[in-house]
Structures are given as structure tokens and as C-alpha cells.
């Protein structure tokens, strides 16, 4: 088994690949509404399916 190698690709983006497996994550926990950035405002129309404080159940498989 490799070892995993996790790569931050920018805000809430991380990529997570073990033995050939490839896991991209992009969380969202904010809520509805106008996010202005510099170049473009961002509109969000809906909230999260879970906040953040809700817990995660974490289910585990070993990779072979």
C-alpha cells in the first residue's frame, strides 16, 4: 500500500488518491446568498444538505 498524497487545490478542493484510488472533495458549508468577488458576484441559491457542526459519520474501507 501507498502512501496517501493529498493535494490543496484551492479553497475547500483537496484531492486524495491512495493505490490508484482518486477521492476529489469540494465542500460547501455557506450559506444562501450574493458573494461578491473581485471580477464576478457568485450567487448561491441554496443552503448546505449538512452544516459543518452536524457531524459526519465516517465510514472506512481498507484499500488493497
Not at 484510488?21 to 444562501?32: G, M, S
Not at 459543518?52 to 459519520?57: L, M, N, R, Y
Amino acid at each position: 500500500m501507498s502512501a496517501p498524497v493529498i493535494t490543496l487545490i484551492g479553497g475547500p478542493t483537496t484531492l486524495i488518491e491512495v493505490n490508484g484510488f482518486r477521492l476529489l472533495t469540494d465542500p460547501t458549508f455557506d450559506a444562501p446568498g450574493e458573494y461578491k468577488l473581485p471580477h464576478v458576484t457568485l450567487k448561491k441559491l441554496t443552503g448546505p444538505a449538512r452544516t459543518a457542526d452536524s457531524g459526519i459519520e465516517l465510514r472506512t474501507t481498507e484499500l488493497i
